[in-house]
């Protein structure tokens, strides 16, 4: 895996959010490094997903602000929030394909919507990004036929067809069977070594995040409560977060 600097690109600084009128995120404050692939941890319905999608603009914060690269995105208009969703790519909880579309034309769809590519050149990337995540010669299929597995393939082919810096992933496991969970573990792990992205992985998989993770960050009542590499997780004596690990058993046996 690619080693993370400190510098930062990503910076969540005191993000508040309700949906509904309930607060859901309280006060987030997260810095991701350049580089590394950060995990966000925490159960079912405690904002993870919330607090993803204000990473690339899709929800703006109550309160607070999100830095990207430098910039902050909240208050910016929709021509150049478009310029930063292009270098923040995003594989969605159910990889979010048009089933209208074929395969190869929902990995394009990104790369139509910039015009900056002649029919040409976007086929030439479409077929380098599905050999890239192991779907080599699946242009012409339909998302129905493909398997929970290859649907998450399609949808990160779409997300890293315009070559984006930061990739972010809803869930990446979730809804497949251990095995093939694993390659789209492995699958992701492969890809930050070999281009040196930069990674946001939500997910309430504990075996996934630790497998993924440079560092992980402890979402519990709104708020980051414990940001670390996972040894120093695994070590952590907050009670909240020990409880939390407690529900894999093979995890059980590695906390001091």
Do not use: W
Not at 29 to 56: A, D, F, P, Q
Not at 78 to 98: C, D, H, P, S, V
């Amino acid at each position: 895996m690619t080693r993370a600097g400190n510098e930062a690109i990503v910076q969540c600084l005191g993000i508040e959010k309700s949906l509904g009128g309930v607060p859901v995120l309280r006060g987030v404050n997260l810095t991701i490094h350049r580089g590394e692939t950060m995990v966000i941890l925490g159960g079912s319905g405690c904002g993870k997903t919330v607090l993803l999608k204000h990473l690339n603009g899709l929800l703006k914060p109550d309160a607070g602000e999100v830095l990207f690269d430098g910039v902050e995105i909240g208050g910016l208009g929709e021509e150049a929030l478009t310029g930063i969703r292009q270098r923040i790519g995003m594989l969605f909880q159910g990889a979010a394909l048009f089933d209208s579309l074929t395969v190869g034309e929902n990995v394009a769809f990104p790369l139509r919507e910039r015009r900056r590519m002649d029919e040409r050149g976007i086929a030439a990337k479409v077929r380098e990004t599905l050999e890239l995540v192991g779907l080599p010669g699946a242009e012409n299929m339909m998302p129905s036929e493909l398997s929970g597995g290859m649907r998450k393939r399609a949808g990160l082919a779409r997300a890293l067809a315009s070559q984006p810096q930061v990739v972010l992933y809803d869930e990446p496991t979730t809804g497949l069977d251990p095995v093939v969970g694993a390659r789209i573990n492995t699958l992701i792990k492969g890809l930050q070594r070999r281009l040196g992205l930069t990674s946001v992985v939500v997910t309430h998989d504990l075996q996934s995040a630790f497998y993924l993770a440079d560092r992980l960050a402890f979402l519990n009542n709104g708020v980051i409560e414990e940001v670390g590499t996972p040894l120093e997780i695994r070590a952590s004596a907050r009670p909240a977060l020990r409880e939390f690990l407690s529900a894999t058993p093979s995890l059980i046996a590695q906390l001091p």
